[in-house]
């Protein structure tokens, strides 16, 4: 057969061997890719040469606009194989209506769902034995856009890349994290870009982290950009309390918070199990006041990469709050039912697996 195919509309150009086997059986997270990407460029006002090519190196100037000003937007999603072979992506609408908030946000063109939604099905298609199928492990789907225009002007480019990249995973031990709530440097600010998912709010969050490192923690929980005394988000995690049996967690409204995903599924999954939930701003002095009284006894952040990463020490001020693994019932529980939609081993009442 010719290895230059056209799959739904797409082209697809095949490798001729397979790196399948050359994978090792524990796999790091994000260091491998499959066969095969997606490409596409933004040209005269349209998307065109959208294609599906052996995974390669891509020939750019050294002045293209995106290595100057950062006009770069990404996302992080998940597929999953089930028990009979099926391969499925988990909500991928929610991102790619995030992804083209996202876009607009920085001047961006907006992507198309056939780009990208459906070019990512016959990606992960072509790349289906790259899906682990042994058990929480999963391909992380990575579609990202930047700008290309050769100019260094300070302008919203009028030339783009998108593309889509796959990366085996294996589970992620995610050893319950130290914390301090962060006081001085600020992740996102009111009428900033926070509630995008742009390259350059992680650049901005490394040196924090990197601080936090240094002084033994594992990440910093952000607070506003004004009082620093609200949470906001966990490193790049959306963060949750349970306060009384009731779930916490900072509500959207500020504008510098990413909607999460995993966010919105645990809301769900919270009501599903009958977890009243409140969505609010969440003052750090009144968790404080919470944890004296005894009735803080989960915090835990969401995200595509770990789902739920528990924190076992929260720093705020002077007060050094800690929670004992044995006391965590909540949390585990959103896990365990997520796990089980995305496995084939609950029903999916939510409609969140789309099927490849
Ligand atoms: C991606 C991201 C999240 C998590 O979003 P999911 O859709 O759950 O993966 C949370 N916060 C920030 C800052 C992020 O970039």
């Keep these: 057969m010719n290895n230059l195919t056209a799959m739904k509309g797409i082209p697809v150009k095949k490798v001729e061997r397979s790196k399948l086997q050359d994978i090792p059986e524990s796999i790091p997270f994000g260091k491998y890719f499959t066969d095969h990407m997606l490409e596409a460029d933004y040209e005269n006002g349209e998307w065109k040469n959208v294609e599906i090519k052996p995974y390669q190196p891509l020939v750019m100037s050294p002045s293209a606009a995106v290595l100057h000003y950062g006009q770069s937007i990404f996302e992080g999603i998940k597929a999953y194989k089930d028990k009979n072979g099926n391969a499925y992506i988990y909500r991928p609408h929610d991102n790619f209506r995030r992804f083209n908030i996202s876009a607009e946000r920085i001047q961006m063109p ?93 650049a901005s969050s490394l040196f924090a982290t990197a601080e936090a490192r240094r002084k033994g923690y594992d990440q910093v929980l952000w607070t506003d950009a004004n009082e620093h005394k609200y949470a906001e988000e966990i490193g790049t995690m959306n963060v949750f309390f349970i306060i009384d049996g009731k779930g916490v967690t900072p509500d959207l409204s500020t504008g510098t918070i990413l909607e999460g995903v995993t966010r919105d599924s645990a809301i769900t999954l919270l009501k599903d199990m009958g977890v009243t939930v409140e969505e609010k701003r969440v003052n750090l002095d009144e968790v404080v006041e919470a944890y004296k009284a005894g009735k803080v006894t989960e915090i835990f952040g969401t995200g595509t990469a770990a789902t739920i990463s528990m924190i076992r020490e929260l720093k705020y001020k002077d007060t050094v709050m800690t929670f004992n693994e044995d006391s965590w019932k909540i949390a585990p529980e959103i896990k365990r039912r997520m796990d089980a939609i995305k496995n084939g081993s609950a029903p999916d009442i939510h409609g969140w697996m789309y099927k490849i």
């Design 110 to 202: 907006a992507i198309s769902e056939e780009i990208f939604i459906e070019g990512m099905a016959k990606l992960i298609e072509l790349d289906k034995n790259w899906i682990p199928d042994r058990e929480d492990h999963s391909l992380y789907i990575r579609p990202f856009m930047f700008a290309t225009d050769e100019q260094i002007g300070v302008k919203p480019s009028d030339t783009y890349k998108f593309l889509i990249l796959l990366s085996p995973t294996g589970p992620y031990y995610g050893a319950p994290m130290r914390i301090y709530v962060e006081e001085k440097y600020t992740r996102a600010a009111p009428g900033g870009v926070g509630y995008a998912k742009t390259a350059g709010n992680y």
